[in-house]
């Protein structure tokens, strides 16, 4: 299999997709911690991440992916949402948590 076809399983199998560097407990860059807590702050408790310092061939192929040249890169319900600029932006408008309601209506407690 193809990163493209490794990336769109991910992104089709999981409703809420992070591509980051480091993990959720432990960003290793400011941008991708923003966006750990501004998904902490819409209430999404499960997501998957991918840690692209440690998948170069990720961290390329995510920006062929999505034609989006910086990370980390959200994506929701399949459809890429943004970065950490556009998610800080969402989130302060009330659209974020408007799109991320459903998912996190799904999630365990």
């Known amino acids: 299999m ?4 490794v990336i769109q399983q991910q992104v089709a199998g999981n409703p809420v997709v992070l591509y ?3 993990t959720p407990q432990a960003p290793q860059c400011g941008f991708s911690q923003t966006a750990i807590q501004i998904l902490g702050a819409c209430g999404v408790k499960s997501l998957f991440t991918v840690n692209v310092l440690e998948e170069p061939e990720i961290r390329q192929g995510i920006k062929e992916y999505a034609n989006w040249p910086t990370i980390p890169q959200l994506y929701v319900n399949g459809e890429f949402v943004g970065g950490s600029d556009i998610l800080r932006e969402m989130y302060q408008a009330g659209e974020l948590q408007k799109l991320l309601e459903p998912v996190v209506a799904k999630q365990p407690a």
């Open 20 to 22: 980051m560097k480091g």
């Open 2 to 5: 193809d990163v493209q076809q």
